[in-house]
């Protein structure tokens, strides 16, 4: 059986799935159901400064762009920081790690970007036994305009500087969660590193409005006839933070630092492609606002029996395994070619292939008369459309010509990549060596 256990900064949980920072790690009742729902950690909903908490507003807090099956597939929030007060959410914190030895518990923290305010927080917070605490500097509505969350994440001198304070005045790991809404992420990584951050997680929400209704002109979800942009997470910003989780794992400056996962994590497959791109584990929220709690039970089991077919014995096996794969596109080979292929027991001629190649790509797929589809190799250049609009999965695929055989289409011998090349024949100048 797969080992799933994690170490992650010396933080042991037993398995990769946490419970991102959100309202299903609120408050005490809904951790400790989690920790009964087999969730290996969670990372408590951010805790602000001592003093009257935030004021959250009383009309819809969130907004969906649906599936053609309502199935949510990505989740628009305007709810800000946890609005109950930093005492109760201390005092519940202590007793839930203390009943919980053997889960991750870290505390988000969001407080003004002043050393006072952080000196105050971080005893108070390192006195629950938690295992680590977690900087929210990517809370993108709300708390920015009140110079916090990503207008910290945003500006890599103030992560410096406040991962900087966090070290100096609390003992145990600091993760800084970083900002989507930022040109370059490796900036504030970078940041986080030179301030001494033991770890990042990432992403937090991306800047967005799902809709607007046409009948009162504002946007959803509305406020008594306003509305205002939230944080945009689910399924739908899993590539986003994907590729944000890989420059990180792949920049000279950043490589090796640990990183914590999060944005879309819906299944076990999800997870896994966080760990291979770097990630040390992954947390979770918008399945779990839309499936509940026990949704992490089918993420374990499939985890674990991917791991067993595929002979990995622990999380370690293969967390990384994609890094060396991802590159720049000017070391893509192209004298690698490969051609659609139509399986025609499979085809349902709806001829969508047909239309959005003829219409809008190579014109490389031939329509008979009897609506039989096929395509012309000389044409094709494999980009890959005819294979994502076909409604039947598997109908069409991509296959690669062999070595040695020459393309129809430009008259080129296929080459492998010679395992030793450092300038590619169609890219001079283009060096693998990075
Ligand atoms: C309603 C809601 C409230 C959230 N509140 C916080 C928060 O207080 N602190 C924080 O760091 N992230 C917060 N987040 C962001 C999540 O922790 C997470 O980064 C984001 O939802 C992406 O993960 P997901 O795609 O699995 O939902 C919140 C997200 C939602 C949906």
Redesign the pocket.
């Known amino acids: 059986m797969a080992d799933l256990t994690t170490d992650f900064l010396g933080i042991k949980s037993p398995n990769p799935f946490w419970l ?4 299903p790690t ?1 408050k005490e009742y809904n951790v400790r159901r989690a920790f009964e729902a087999g969730w290996g950690g969670v ?1 408590w ?2 805790l602000g400064s001592e003093g009257p908490p935030v004021v959250n507003v009383n009309g819809p ?2 907004g969906v762009i649906h599936g053609a099956d309502r199935r949510v597939l990505g ?3 305007i ?4 609005d109950r007060d930093l005492q109760t959410n201390l005092d519940e914190i202590t007793r839930v790690k203390k009943d919980y030895p053997d889960r991750a518990l870290i505390v ?1 923290i ?1 407080v003004p970007c002043e050393e006072e305010a952080w000196k105050a927080i971080l005893p108070k917070v390192e006195a629950t036994g938690a295992d680590g605490i ?1 900087l ?1 500097f ?2 993108p509505h709300g708390m920015s305009e009140r110079g916090m ?1 990503a207008a910290v994440g945003q500006v890599p001198e103030y992560i410096e500087m406040v991962t900087r304070w966090c070290k100096q005045y609390y003992s145990k790991p600091v993760i800084v ?1 970083l900002t989507p809404n930022i040109t370059d992420v490796r900036k504030p990584a970078e940041a986080a590193r030179r301030g001494g951050a033991d770890a990042v ?5 991306i800047n967005s409005i799902v809709s607007v209704d046409l009948d009162t002109m504002s946007p959803h979800p509305s406020i008594d006839g306003k509305g205002t942009h939230g ?1 945009y ?3 739908a ?2 590539p986003i ?1 994907l590729s944000m989780v890989s420059e990180i794992a792949r920049a000279p400056a950043t490589a090796g630092m640990p990183i914590s996962g ?5 299944t076990w497959r999800d997870a896994a492609e966080y760990i291979t791109l770097g990630c040390g584990n992954v ?7 839309t499936y509940g709690f026990k949704v992490v039970q089918e993420m374990i089991a499939g985890l674990s029996r991917w791991m067993d077919e595929k002979g990995h014995t622990s999380i370690d096996d293969f967390m990384g395994a994609a890094v060396p794969n991802t590159t720049d596109w000017q070391y893509l080979n192209l004298n690698y070619v490969a051609k659609a292929k139509i399986d025609q027991d499979a085809c349902i001629s709806c001829g969508r292939c047909y239309a959005a190649c003829e219409d809008t790509s190579h014109q490389a797929i031939a329509m008979s008369p009897d609506r039989t589809f096929s395509v012309i190799d000389a044409e094709c250049v494999a980009c890959n459309l005819c294979v994502e609009v076909c409604p039947v999965e598997n109908c069409i695929s991509m296959v690669p010509l062999a070595a040695g055989t020459t393309d129809p289409r430009t008259g080129k011998v296929v080459q492998k990549t010679p395992a030793d090349w450092t300038t590619h024949p169609n890219n001079p100048g283009a060096v693998a060596a990075e």
């Open positions: 991102a920072s959100a309202p609120d990372v909903k951010t807090r969130y989740l628009n929030n709810e800000l920081i946890t988000s969001m977690e929210n990517g809370c969350g969660k997680s990432l992403i937090n929400t944080g997470c689910g399924p910003v899993k933070a999060i944005g879309g994590v819906t947390q979770v929220c918008t399945a779990a606002m």
